[in-house]
């Protein structure tokens, strides 16, 4: 009887042992599905409906979704209608202040778009090439309307456009980011990576230089040959620029992992949360989305340009640094290939002011450290050059009033 009873004890402390062990097995199960990324969860999901995904209900209901999360998930996307607005207004009233106006309106959210779609493309490859993707569709919008906007002649436009944008940038947005965050986080100054801001503070002085010599070769009538000398100086800086840009992006990409291994140790909070977010819609979905908003903007473009009647636009959406090292010299080249003389020759006043305002913006980030005092600087500076260009008057157009 106790042998008995000591195997059934055994048998039954080993059922224990074995009903403890696939309790332990289905908590570790949930605890590693629990640590599976969300987009391959989204991935792994995408894989259960097998061959049903190809089905005619199933690309529908794909197509419906992509559209939702594309146009009704931004309050932004109010605006989208302003677009075929301009459109209908240009047939049938002819008026071109509202066509300018609804077109300006119906390009906002398109490039704030263009701008996700690229973003949810950049899920699904590997860092160089999203970095890549961020770098070429970052200012769109910007090339887009210069392109246009040089098709139609309009070359000091493309300038002041341009110029308009990279000091709205440097000024006003960063001087917003910097209150902002100053004003959220006042009880201790925001760090930020000093390497990098020095990096760009840098190509922006190398763009500055690149304006300011083809200016003094024309203010000071020291050219080689009249005519000729100016325009040919701005091929040679812009190409010599976009060289400097493609080198810049390949060592912002080869530097990438060091940073990131940098933000894991400063902010571990703020690192699982670029792991744990995923791509709102599929990679093809991303690729076909960019391809038309680029030609719904590069349509509206051509609307807005053709209403222009001596308005410069400045779209403040990319950076300072990919406008004055990449869509600047794009001009340039492009308007060497199809034959429009447009070159780096501003005026000595657009000249200085961009010149004084990297001085600015270098000066307030030397340091690594940034609060709502500096900030509040760089938005009065902005305020200061508004005021200066709204009382001046540019040379170009008192030319051709005269002509």
Same mark, same amino acid.
């Given at each position: 009887m106790g042998s008995t009873n000591n195997l059934r004890m055994l048998g039954f402390n080993s059922k224990l042992e074995m009903k403890?062990?696939?309790?332990?097995?289905?908590?570790?199960?949930?605890? *590693?599905?629990? &640590?599976?990324?969300?987009?391959?969860?989204?991935? !792994? +999901?995408? #894989?259960?409906?097998g061959p049903e995904l190809f089905g005619t209900n199933s690309a529908w209901n794909i197509m419906k979704a992509s559209i939702k999360t594309a146009f009704f998930?931004?309050?932004?996307?109010?605006?989208?209608?302003?677009?075929?607005?301009?459109?209908?207004? *240009?047939?049938? &009233?002819?008026?071109?202040?509202?066509?300018?106006? !609804? +077109?300006? #309106?119906?390009?906002?959210?398109?490039?704030?778009?263009?701008?996700?779609?690229?973003?949810?493309?950049?899920?699904?490859?590997?860092?160089?090439?999203?970095?890549?993707?961020?770098?070429t569709f970052g200012n769109a919008t910007e090339l887009i309307i210069s392109l246009f906007a040089m098709k139609q002649g309009m070359l000091r436009l493309v300038q002041q456009s341009l110029l308009g944008s990279i000091l709205s940038n440097m000024l006003l947005v960063l001087g917003c980011a910097l209150f902002c965050g100053g004003i959220t986080h006042h009880?201790?100054?925001?760090?930020?990576?000093?390497?990098?801001?020095?990096?760009?503070?840098?190509?922006?002085?190398?763009a500055v230089m690149a304006l300011i010599f083809p200016t003094l070769l024309h203010v000071t009538n020291t050219e080689l040959q009249i005519g000729t000398s100016v325009l040919s100086l701005s091929r040679f800086c812009s190409c010599i620029m976009l060289v400097a840009y493609v080198i810049y992006i390949?060592?912002?990409?080869?530097?990438q992992k060091q940073d990131y291994a940098s933000l894991k140790e400063d902010s571990p909070t703020a690192s699982s949360d670029i792991e744990e977010s995923a791509a709102d819609i599929s990679k093809w979905e991303s690729i076909i989305w960019l391809g038309l908003l680029t030609l719904f903007i590069s349509v509206l473009s051509e609307y807005l340009v053709n209403a222009i009647e001596d308005i410069s636009l400045g779209v403040a959406i990319g950076s300072s640094t990919q406008i004055s090292m990449f869509v600047m010299p794009i001009c340039v080249v492009v308007?060497?290939?199809?034959?429009?003389?447009?070159?780096?020759?501003?005026?000595?006043?657009?000249?200085?002011?961009?010149?004084?305002?990297?001085?600015?913006?270098?000066?307030?980030?030397?340091?690594?450290?940034?609060?709502?005092?500096k900030g509040l600087m760089l938005m009065l500076c902005y305020m200061i050059v508004a005021a200066s260009f709204f009382v001046h008057i540019d040379p170009a157009s008192i030319q051709d009033n005269l002509q």
């Open positions: 403890s062990s696939s309790v332990k097995s289905m908590i570790e199960l949930q605890d *590693d599905s629990r &640590a599976i990324p969300m987009s391959t969860t989204r991935n !792994l +999901s995408s #894989l259960k409906g998930s931004d309050k932004i996307n109010l605006l989208l209608p302003c677009g075929p607005l301009a459109m209908l207004v *240009d047939q049938l &009233a002819h008026r071109p202040g509202w066509v300018f106006m !609804l +077109s300006l #309106l119906g390009i906002i959210p398109l490039a704030e778009r263009l701008g996700w779609a690229t973003e949810q493309l950049v899920f699904y490859t590997v860092p160089t090439v999203g970095g890549l993707l961020n770098a009880n201790k100054e925001q760090m930020f990576n000093r390497s990098n801001a020095g990096t760009n503070v840098g190509l922006l002085l190398m390949f060592f912002l990409l080869t530097n308007g060497w290939m199809t034959g429009r003389p447009i070159d780096l020759d501003f005026e000595p006043f657009e000249t200085a002011t961009l010149f004084m305002t990297v001085l600015v913006v270098a000066f307030m980030l030397q340091e690594g450290t940034s609060n709502y005092f």
